[in-house]
T-cell receptor, first 114, second 116 residues
Framework: KQEVTQIPAALSVPEGENLVLNCSFT??????LQWFRQDPGKGLTSLLL?????REQTSGRLNASLDKSSGRSTLYIAASQPGDSATYLC?????????????FGEGTQLTVNP | NAGVMQNPRHLVRRRGQEARLRCSPM?????VYWYRQLPEEGLKFMVY????????ESGMPKERFSAEFPKEGPSILRIQQVVRGDSAAYFC??????????????FGDGTRLSIL
């Protein structure tokens, strides 16, 4: 059974801190892994996508890494800001005969305090 | 370039009625996916469609739920005889043509379905 686990479930930090969100997955073969942000009552905003052949991706203050051998991905947020407060979701896209379908973790709810 | 458009944003139905949720993918995208987010739970895959074809419906409940993506027009997720347990946020995503469906998925803002 495919499983994606995110730790911690919730995180509260003061503004300016660097932080790491963790994601672990059980599938050994994946097309890619995506990190999303979800604000309350809103849809998902794609932050970073790491292809299976890649080790990391960077966008601004965000850096995501992928280690397929250990089944782990991390999202690093540098110099956190109150506007970063949201739920962060990771999702794997496992290799399947019937094509793509994302399996999501339960998310990490991040609060950045001013 | 408009993103994935879902409507309505909010839908209220009474038990036993039908709910129709619409999704227009991004321009240039021919792969559409539906996901459901139940209260206090994560997103769960429901169905993957291409134009006029259901590719994978392994996440769809066996009864009352159906999905289509016609040659012309939006994708439709249809729920017949709704029950309270159908109350959830339903999200649609699309990915680019030519990627075999494995490109990045772009999500709409969702439809919040409430059953009275």
């Amino acid at each position: 059974k495919q499983e994606v686990t995110q730790i911690p479930a919730a995180l509260s930090v003061p503004e300016g801190e660097n932080l790491v969100l963790n994601c672990s997955f059980t599938d050994s073969a994946i097309y890619n892994l995506q990190w999303f942000r979800q604000d309350p009552g809103k849809g998902l905003t794609s932050l970073l996508l790491i292809q299976s052949s890649q080790r990391e991706q960077t966008s601004g203050r965000l850096n995501a890494s992928l280690d397929k051998s250990s089944g782990r991905s991390t999202l690093y947020i540098a110099a956190s800001q109150p506007g970063d407060s949201a739920t962060y979701l990771c999702a794997e896209d496992p290799v399947r005969a019937s094509g793509s379908r994302l399996t999501f973790g339960e998310g990490t709810q991040l609060t950045v305090n001013p | 370039n408009a993103g994935v458009m879902q409507n309505p944003r909010h839908l209220v139905r009474r038990r036993g009625q039908e709910a129709r949720l619409r999704c227009s993918p991004m321009k240039g995208h021919s792969h559409v996916y539906w996901y459901r987010q139940l209260p206090e739970e994560g997103l769960k895959f429901m169905v993957y469609l291409q134009k006029e074809n259901i590719i994978d419906e392994s996440g769809m409940p066996k009864e009352r739920f159906s999905a289509e993506f016609p040659k012309e027009g939006p994708s439709i997720l249809r729920i017949q005889q709704v029950v309270r347990g159908d109350s959830a946020a339903y999200f649609c995503a699309s990915s680019p043509t030519g990627t075999g469906g494995m490109g990045p998925q772009h999500f709409g803002d969702g439809t919040r379905l409430s059953i009275l």
